[in-house]
């Protein structure tokens, strides 16, 4: 059976459903009550307060499809598998269930649903923290092994890989921040040799590309309080799968931008700019596009346009990378139709899902007169950089950031 976007979405539900969980309406990408945030990052972000102990008016299993983006993540953008917007699934035990019934539920829906080999997955454990004196995750180890996975195939890791909450490891975390061990479960891309400049063997948080994280159960239970770890009122399961990954292991495609979420729109560049993408010289650049593009879109969707400021800031960021990225691909002028055929392609893939047809029609204008923009910009800047004899970096960075370039696009420039 092929599953697709659509496709998985529905084995996703009914799987959680089947097992009494209720879903939960997507947050907004923008928070509307929450200053404090830019934009929603994970799926657990509306759930705060009730992993805190408060009672959830839908109960103590949910489960949703969230879409995220994660702005520190785009200096990332370029590789394979690294994207700023993604879906989250996830789902949640208030109080309820714990680690035995989460581990062994996703396996099943990995193994069973999914049909997803065993012999290609790997999991990971907490190590445990002592500066913080946290113990190691030894009963998820054995949950593990009773499931069925070898012992060859689960790892262990300290916090900075295995630990979860909003701010990182536990030394970052605020005052009443909650959090907790985690456990990840990997498929391996049998295909990818071991690159040994990543380390003399390899192993699933190995930056080869060889393992790709799929999903990752977090067992929140503890709560920072006085540069302490105190237990929960409740142990809770926050749990969050990549919906793009998800895709990208049920095709056996390491490079997620290859996949049905992303191909469309790597596709709509190539036939824009009349390059292909197997050029390896082309490949990182029309990943920055396609990602950008696209977060840019549910950006502009949740109401928020280009500014120097905040939310504004970022979406203007992302637009004037694209344009850059574009510009260097072209060699030549970016105007704004040349993002037409691209912008269409996104809103067609999550056409009845996030977008309708008459999306494009507000959409493309706010892209289209942020492109007019910084092509006067960039054309004024190009000007004067040829007029100087012997310009150096230092020369170039002044002039674009006096030309009202964000600190991060003057350094690329």
């Keep these: 059976m092929k599953i697709d976007h659509k496709k998985l979405r529905e084995l996703f539900s009914s799987f959680w459903e089947e097992r009494n969980h209720k879903q939960l309406p997507p947050a907004p990408l923008v928070p509307k009550e929450d200053p404090t945030t830019l934009f929603n990052g994970s ?8 992993l805190l102990g408060e009672i959830h008016p839908l109960g103590e299993r949910l489960y949703n499809i969230q879409p995220c983006f994660r702005a520190q993540d785009i200096d990332e953008i370029g590789d394979n598998r690294h994207t700023t917007f993604f879906e989250m699934m996830g789902n949640w035990s208030l109080g309820d269930y714990f680690k035995k019934e989460q581990l062994q539920w996703f396996w099943q829906f990995l193994t069973q649903v999914l049909n997803l080999p065993e012999e290609r997955l790997y999991v990971s454990i907490f190590a445990g923290d002592r500066k913080n004196n946290l113990p190691a995750d030894q009963e998820s180890k054995e949950i593990w092994k009773k499931i069925g996975v070898e012992e060859s195939h689960i790892f262990s890791y300290g916090p900075e890989k295995n630990w979860w909450s909003r701010a990182g490891i536990p030394n970052n975390m605020p005052e009443n921040e909650p959090g907790g061990p985690d456990s990840e479960v990997f498929f391996e891309f049998t295909q ?3 690159d040994p400049k990543y380390g003399r063997k390899c192993h699933p948080n190995c930056d080869c590309g060889r393992f790709l994280e799929i999903g990752n159960s977090v067992f929140m239970e503890y709560k920072k309080t006085h540069q302490r770890f105190s237990l929960l009122p409740k142990k809770n399961v926050d749990f969050g799968g990549g919906l793009e990954r998800m895709i990208a292991v049920l095709n056996n495609q390491p490079d997620i931008f290859q996949t049905e979420l992303y191909l469309p729109i790597i596709q709509a560049i190539e036939e824009t700019l009349h390059l292909p993408y197997q050029n390896e010289k082309n490949q990182s650049l029309m990943r920055i596009i396609a990602d950008h593009l ?9 109401g928020v346009l280009p500014s120097n400021k905040e939310r504004g800031y970022v979406l203007r960021r992302l637009l004037r990378r694209a344009i850059l990225k574009m510009y260097q691909l072209k060699n030549n002028d970016i105007v704004p139709s040349d993002f037409k055929l691209i912008l269409m392609k996104i809103i067609n893939l999550y056409r009845n899902i996030y977008f309708t047809d008459e999306d494009f029609n507000s959409i493309y204008p706010i892209v ?3 492109t007019i923009r910084f092509n006067k910009t960039l054309k004024n800047g190009l000007r004067i950089i040829d007029r100087l004899t012997q310009p150096t970096g ?3 960075f002044a002039l674009y950031q006096s030309f009202g370039f964000p600190k991060e696009l003057s350094q690329e420039v």
């Design 43 to 50: 799926g657990m972000q509306q759930l705060v307060p009730y």
């Design 368 to 370: 289209e007169d942020e």
């Design 394 to 396: 230092k020369d170039i």
């Design 192 to 194: 990818i040799k071991h």
């Design 294 to 302: 696209k977060a840019a879109v549910f950006i502009i969707k949740d």
